[in-house]
């Protein structure tokens, strides 16, 4: 089992920035891909970032130039930056650790909140 713990929400004004965190523990050793999605009012969750354990990174277009993230092994978190935020990034973000088998392990955070004001 992995738990993982996010921090780092609030709000911001549009252009503004935050950096998210994620603490995981437990057994994190199987652990293939970490991520970050997010839930908007009304929307489905979707992915916004996501990196590899090999350091292979992956974006959404929105995120691409505004969103960095990355991974602290030695203190087992994940963090994204977020950059020239807008209104329409108002949403609840997810940290997400995946297994990847024959069966994909998906592992997620309370959320945090992110309010991006006009």
């Known amino acids: 089992q992995v738990q993982l713990v996010e921090s780092g929400g609030g709000l911001v004004r549009a252009g503004g920035s935050l950096r998210l965190s994620c603490a995981a523990s437990g057994d994190t050793g199987d652990i293939d891909v970490w991520g970050w999605y997010r839930r908007a009012p009304g929307k489905q969750r979707e992915v916004v970032a996501q990196i590899e354990t090999n350091g292979k990174l992956y974006y959404v277009e929105f995120a691409k130039g505004r969103f960095t993230i990355s991974r602290d092994n030695a203190r087992n978190t994940v963090t994204m930056e977020m950059n020239n935020l807008k209104p329409e990034d108002t949403a609840v973000y997810y940290c997400?650790?995946?297994?990847?088998?024959?069966?994909?392990?998906?592992?997620w955070g309370q959320g945090t909140q992110v309010t991006v004001s006009s």
């Open positions: 997400n650790a995946a297994e990847l088998g024959t069966y994909i392990t998906n592992y």
